[in-house]
């Protein structure tokens, strides 16, 4: 049974960095993409970042600059630094596995999902 367990969300003032963390444990399958999506509150669910077994990354617009994703394929763990946080990032974030390369998925075509982690950026 394929698990993905996500740690380090919570509280954090504009301006500040948390970093996320996503154990998978579970995993038959060699080659596999892991990323990062988020929903807030009465919003869809959307992309923010994944990244490929070999290491190739794509970041949402609203990502780029400030957040950087990165794996350890030894651990089968994602990991996701968040900096310079603003109110609008504040969501619950979850990662999710999709079998296979590739640079960018959408949520309907992830495998795997963890449970989600909160995230929330006071003003």
């Known amino acids: 049974q394929v698990q993905l367990v996500e740690s380090g969300g919570g509280l954090v003032q504009t301006g500040g960095s948390l970093s996320l963390s996503c154990a998978a444990s579970?995993?038959?399958?060699?080659?596999?993409?892991m990323g990062w999506f988020r929903r807030a509150q009465g919003k869809e669910r959307e992309f923010v970042t994944a990244i490929s077994q070999s290491g190739d990354t794509s970041y949402a617009n609203s990502a780029k600059g400030r957040f950087t994703i990165s794996r350890d394929n030894s651990k089968n763990s994602v990991y996701l630094q968040m900096n310079s946080l603003k109110p609008e990032d504040t969501a619950v974030y979850s990662c999710?596995?999709?079998?296979?390369?590739?640079?960018?998925?959408?949520?309907?075509?992830?495998?795997?999902w963890g449970q989600g982690t909160q995230v929330t950026v006071s003003s």
């Open positions: 579970g995993l038959t399958f060699r080659v596999y993409t």
């Open positions: 999710a596995v999709r079998i296979g390369t590739w640079r960018y998925f959408r949520a309907s075509e992830a495998d795997y």
